[in-house]
């Protein structure tokens, strides 16, 4: 069973950054996908970014130029880095992971069996 733990969220004025942490635990090899997704008040859930073991990434339509996904193979840790966080970043930031997956398929549209415990993100002016 894999397991998720997310840190890092807390809030911020509009213009700043965060980053967030997924340690992973569980995997029985070295083939995974890892993604953020969140879900802002009154909002579907919507992906930010995924990415492989490889270290091939993909992003959302929207979520381009201001967020970063990174992965740490060894510590099998995903991060998000955020910048010029505005308002409408406010959210539940979610790491999800999975196992099943086909090549090139490791995106934010993937099917996501393993999810984090949510980690709130808070934006400010």
């Known amino acids: 069973q894999v397991q998720l733990l997310e840190s890092g969220g807390g809030s911020v004025q509009a213009g700043g950054s965060l980053r967030l942490s997924c340690v992973a635990s569980?995997?029985?090899?070295?083939?995974?996908?890892m993604a953020w997704f969140r879900q802002a008040p009154g909002k579907e859930r919507e992906g930010v970014a995924a990415?492989?073991?490889?270290?091939?990434?993909s992003y959302a339509d929207s979520m381009t130029g201001r967020f970063t996904v990174s992965l740490d193979n060894a510590k099998t840790t995903l991060y998000l880095q955020m910048d010029s966080l505005q308002l409408e970043d406010t959210a539940i930031y979610y790491c999800?992971?999975?196992?099943?997956?086909?090549?090139?398929?490791?995106?934010?549209?993937?099917?996501?069996?393993?999810w984090g415990q949510g980690s709130q993100v808070t934006v400010s002016s």
């Open positions: 999800a992971a999975t196992t099943m997956y086909g090549p090139g398929f490791c995106t934010p549209r993937a099917d996501f069996g393993f």
């Open positions: 569980g995997y029985k090899n070295n083939h995974y996908c």
């Open positions: 990415i492989d073991n490889n270290g091939r990434a």
